[in-house]
């Protein structure tokens, strides 16, 4: 038996309403309508990761991040033209591992992750 059950993915930040519409628009769910706290930010019902929270932090993103999303994707440019047009941006250039392709990216804050495309999922 686990010792706890996960129930959120968290980002430290500064505008977490920004940032909350931002994660919203890429990965969906619903930002929560009646906020307790503009300090804290929740999208709620996001696919594969249940609630992805935005907390205020008063200090900045310094290094890399330890912990980051990884996103399947169907094409790789797609995502990444429909993503900077909402604000991410791109981070050097598509890598080919022997399982998939990547594609680092990050989001108005400078928060790491990664477009995903799975070599399983392509067709021959």
């Not at 993915?9 to 009646?34: I, K, Q």
């Not at 929740?42 to 290094?63: A, M, R, S, T, Y």
């Not at 890598?95 to 495309?117: A, T």
Request: hydrophobic share 45%; proline share 8%.
């Amino acid at each position: 038996m686990p010792i706890a059950v996960p129930l959120a993915v968290t980002f430290d930040c500064h505008d977490p309403t920004r940032l909350a519409e931002f994660w919203c628009a890429l990965v969906g769910g619903n930002l929560e309508s009646e906020p307790h706290d503009h300090d804290y930010i929740v999208i709620e019902n996001v696919p594969v990761f249940g609630h992805l929270g935005f907390q205020q932090v008063p200090e900045d993103k310094v290094v890399k991040n330890r912990v980051h999303l990884d996103l399947d994707v169907a094409d790789i440019e797609a995502a990444v033209v429909a993503s900077t047009a909402i604000g991410a941006v791109r981070f050097g250039v598509p890598v080919e591992e022997p399982w998939n392709w990547f594609q680092v990216m990050r989001d108005p804050e400078g928060n790491e992750f990664c477009f995903i495309r799975r070599k399983e999922t392509v067709d021959p």
